[in-house]
């Protein structure tokens, strides 16, 4: 499977949670129209995840779950910060973050 044969819908989102973090499951899931690396899904009214379509290597993901929390505080502006990680499985090759929804 190719980076771009990865098909991500709400249904997977949701997938992904039941397995990862159950307890977010339950949560509306609306698809976030843009993105080119990354598609996002608003979860909730506070949480969004992301998803990793195209880069094959997960460094930027893992980047922004380390420096993210470090630099919002930072910041004077607000900026979305990691949650929950989300690993790799059988159903999604690739990391994926719930993050704050600014």
């Known amino acids: 499977m ?5 098909e991500i819908t709400a249904d997977l989102v949701r997938d992904l949670l039941q397995e990862q973090h159950p307890d977010l499951a339950g949560l509306a899931i609306r698809e976030v129209a843009g ?4 598609q ?11 998803m990793q379509r195209m880069d ?4 930027l993901q893992l ?6 929390p ?3 505080p930072r910041l004077p502006l607000p900026v979305p910060t990691p949650v929950r990680f989300g690993e790799p499985s059988e159903r999604f ?3 994926w ?4 929804w600014v």
């Open 63 to 68: 980047k922004e779950r380390r420096w993210l």
């Open 40 to 50: 996002m899904w608003r979860l909730g009214d506070e949480l969004a995840v992301r």
């Open 2 to 6: 190719t980076d771009t044969d990865i």
């Open 56 to 59: 094959s290597t997960p460094e």
């Open 93 to 95: 090759p690739k990391h």
């Open 70 to 72: 470090v630099l919002a």
């Open 35 to 38: 993105g080119w690396g990354n």
């Open 97 to 100: 973050t719930v993050m704050t």
